[in-house]
């Protein structure tokens, strides 16, 4: 099959990932609590790749989204406690 036959909708669509969409309220609406679910559902996507062997620079790149998440959650946490 070529590359260019790919049905990009069809292949997110089967793999589960929504663009952004199953991650995106929680994190905007809830980061204290989405940003922990983003950083878990990372690293879910994380330890797939390097099971599957050869997608070591998605990894780490999932790895560097992932500390993100965790700097989030964090000063998230930190602005609830300033605030109060």
Partial sequence: MAVDTVNRAGCRRQSGIGGGADSGPPGAFWPRIGAWIVCLWLWAIITNLLI???FYDIAL??????LGAIALARLSSWMRTVRA
Avoid: E, I, N, V
């Fill in 61 to 66: 790149r999932d790895f560097g989204l992932s």
């Fill in 52 to 54: 599957a062997r050869g």
